[in-house]
């Protein structure tokens, strides 16, 4: 079905693969809309349960398919409601290979057997994914850790994959409209650098050492330490962490674990990594997170593991950000309004709708607890329909925090994301105070605060026209946040442009 489709020799056996398994699971009709195929005789058949079969595809076709699922399962500004659903089905599960399998490509990485370099290794694997099988090892000094192991040839099959959808999202690009608006090209190379990132160990150490450094103030969380001895491209090894994944609240429980506890230092770990580093784990899905029991009460602790892909915030996004809930949280339809403006690329849409859409995200949302995953179940929709498309780094901040709302919701059904973000505020403030030291960030930092400080009091007066109204004890107590918010940002602001005048003086 793909003979228009000309790709480069060394790629002709895997494109016969993707051919026969878009055949098997009856997607023809699917790659005649992505501008790929010809035939379109069985269209009928095929609109049953579409998503799901393509699901299954992209899991026989492997990782590097799985993987472009799971991007595009957080793209709810592209794709309706069904495809999500069947992308966040996604399974990377692999088989669990024999040790001896791996056993050229751990010699070959440390240089030594396992039997020698370790005082114990375990040939049973403690757990395996799609590019890394886990094994669990004691090192001579005592030390308990694991020995995370890349499986043999997986990234020249990705690299190869990589090759055929860059070529496969072009063409789909030039042919169909449709698609172009997707941008495919752009989507497969944040899909190369994820991959490439992910593939090579030795940065996922490097980023594990950056991120430990970066949340050395958050005492419960835990970032387990690299053994760079051990540790390159193929290998990487790290302290054991003895925990449970933060799945059942029950199973917590069982293990003495606050579920509730976690909740908060979960929430203030994404917060901080997010709106106060800028560098954060792309991914903090349970499988990639440890719940530790507590030494004494009080003490349960969180390890972050799994940091093969990172994100970062720019200032200008972080403070964006903060407007924007600022803004949703003290209904104030006109600065959601803004926000969306600022957000969306490839739009030309009436100030008018971007305001209705707006407000109808404030009356579902600007009230009760904060739930990121329905926020953005309404607000991704809404662009999709309106047709604007967010920035990719936006994409990734919104997915990590979505799925850590969505982890702690799952252990604590009673947390409210917004209780977190009142109590980090004083930090906020403080990290931005902290720029003035750093003279190459004093300009955009005054930039930002001089912002802040045009839209404070717009949050002051809508807090204010809330609490003039007759509304419930609840409406009262979330304009009385609003309104506290809104104070330490102006506080924040004055004392920001009052140090910022004095410095200026003085240099
Ligand atoms: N330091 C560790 N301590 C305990 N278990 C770990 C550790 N690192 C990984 N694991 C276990 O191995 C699994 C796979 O590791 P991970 O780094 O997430 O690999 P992948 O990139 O293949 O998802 C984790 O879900 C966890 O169960
Ligand atoms: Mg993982």
Sequence with gaps: ??????????????????????????????????????????????????????????????????????????????????WIAAFEQLQSDAPRLPFEQLRAEVEAALGETPETAFAAFDTEPLAAASIAQVHRARLQDG????????????????????????????????RSGAVRRMRPTAMIEQ????????????????????????????????????????????????????GIPPRDPA???????????????????????VLVNGRFHADPHPGNLLCIPPKQPGDDGLALLDLGSVGFVSPRRQHEFLTFILALRSGDPRGVA??????????????????????????RHGTGKLVLNAMVADFFPLLRQ????????????????VTMDGVLAGIAPDFDLSDALGRMRGKLVASRLSRLTEPDKLEA???????????????????????????SQARDE??????????????????????????????
Excluded: C
């Design 143 to 174: 030390t308990e850790v694991v020995v995370k192991i890349r499986r043999p040839g997986i990234r020249a099959r990705m690299e190869a994959d990589l090759r055929l959808m860059r070529h496969l999202a072009a063409l789909a690009e030039a």
């Design 251 to 273: 199973a917590l429980k069982a293990a003495g674990i606050d579920p509730s506890r976690i909740a908060l230092l979960g929430a203030e770990l994404v917060l901080e990594m």
């Design 445 to 471: 930092a005054l930039l930002e605060f001089s912002r802040v400080a045009e839209e404070a009091p717009r949050f002051l007066r809508a807090a204010a026209a809330r609490m003039e109204a007759p509304v």
């Design 386 to 401: 309106e047709g604007l498309v967010l920035p990719p780094d936006l994409v990734l901040i919104f997915k990590a925090m």
């Design 338 to 363: 803004d926000m969306l403006v600022a957000w969306s690329e490839g739009g030309d849409i009436p100030r008018e709708t971007l305001l209705r859409a707006s407000e109808r995200l404030v009356s």
């Design 191 to 242: 899909l190369g650098r994820e991959i490439l990132d992910e593939l090579d160990f030795a940065n996922e150490g490097r980023n594990a050492d950056l991120l430990r450094a970066d949340l050395a103030s958050l005492e419960h969380v835990i970032v387990p330490r690299i053994h760079w001895e051990w540790t390159g491209e193929q290998v990487l090894v790290m302290d054991y962490v003895e």
């Design 1 to 82: 079905m793909f003979k228009s489709i000309a790709v480069a020799t060394r790629d002709r056996g895997r494109m016969a693969e993707v051919s026969a398994v878009i055949a098997r699971f009856g997607l023809e009709s699917l790659a005649v809309r992505l501008g790929l195929g010809e035939s379109d005789s069985r269209e009928g058949v095929e609109a049953r349960d579409l998503p799901t079969r393509t699901r299954r595809a992209l899991e026989a076709l492997g990782p590097t398919y799985v993987k472009l699922g799971q991007i595009l399962a957080t793209r709810r500004d592209l794709l309706p409601d069904p």
């Design 478 to 507: 979330s304009a009385a946040r609003a309104i506290k918010l809104a104070g330490w940002l102006v506080g924040g602001a004055v004392v920001f442009h009052a140090l910022a005048a004095l410095l200026i003086h003085w240099t």
